[in-house]
């Protein structure tokens, strides 16, 4: 695992979208896994940027990591709407070649077992961009996790649930299920990219990379990836 330590959460982001903007320069129609949730925002704002500059990032795929269950895909917390607000719009991602998991499926497990097939028919991942949560989680794999769990329905953990009550009118809003890529989905990326910044991630990260693998803290799985990349700001990596 190479542990990249930069001085704060601006440096975090320009890092990581250097480190794609690479793989889409050499890669103009690259598969990329992209996440949600504030951690990896200025990664995104950094690639915007590059694209004003003339990266073009008009042919790249790209599958989101998780959605949750029940909500329209036009409610403004949807990772549906999530993803076109943050990455689709500010880095001019083709729509069509942009996916999500359906968590308004009738039948969930078929949606779950169809988008691991989109993934296959897309030739795999080849940089997976990770946030991770302060329990661990990484996608919305809670800790329990199997370590080769693949796109599956899963119940959110009532920490992660509090955590993200605030971009919800209430705690009561916050659906219980949601629909996640799995640990050994995302360990068949060929690259994994995991950014963090702030205090509040410092014990995660320090028991991703220096605990035992274990789905105690889902995150540790990415000890077993042969290249996996951890970027956290001074803060994040205060515990290591
Ligand atoms: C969310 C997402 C994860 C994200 C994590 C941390 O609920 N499902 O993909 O990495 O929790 O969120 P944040 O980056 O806002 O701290």
Not at 144 to 152: A, G, P, Q, V
Not at 194 to 208: D, F, N, P, T
Request: proline share 5%.
């Amino acid at each position: 695992m190479e542990v990249v330590i930069m001085a704060g959460p601006a440096e975090v982001g320009d890092f990581a979208a250097g480190r794609i903007a690479e793989l889409v320069s050499t890669r103009p129609e690259a598969v990329l896994g992209v996440a949600t949730g504030s951690s990896p925002l200025e990664t995104y704002r950094s690639l915007a940027a590059r694209r004003d500059a003339g990266l073009d990032l008009s042919r790249v795929s790209a599958f989101a990591l998780d959605e949750y269950v029940g909500i329209r895909h036009d409610h403004p917390e949807s990772y549906h709407a999530v993803i076109d607000r943050e990455v689709v719009q500010p880095l001019g991602l083709d729509p069509a070649r942009v996916h999500v998991p359906d968590g308004l499926a009738d039948d969930l497990d078929a949606a779950c077992e169809d988008y691991e097939a989109q993934i296959a028919a897309a030739g795999g991942v080849d940089l997976q961009l990770l946030g991770i949560g302060e329990n661990g989680h990484i996608g919305f794999n809670e800790p329990t996790s199997s370590l080769s769990s693949r796109t599956r329905v899963k119940t959110l953990a009532p920490s992660t649930r509090e955590a993200n009550a605030r971009f919800f009118d209430s705690a009561e809003e916050v659906p219980l299920h949601c629909l996640t890529q799995g640990l050994g989905t995302i360990l068949d990326a060929r690259r994994a990219l995991l950014v963090a910044q702030g205090a509040s991630k410092a014990r995660a990260i320090a028991e991703i990379v220096e605990g035992p693998v274990s789905s105690r803290w889902p995150g540790s799985v990415l000890q077993l990836h042969r290249r996996a990349t951890v970027v956290v700001d001074e803060a994040a990596a205060s515990r290591l």
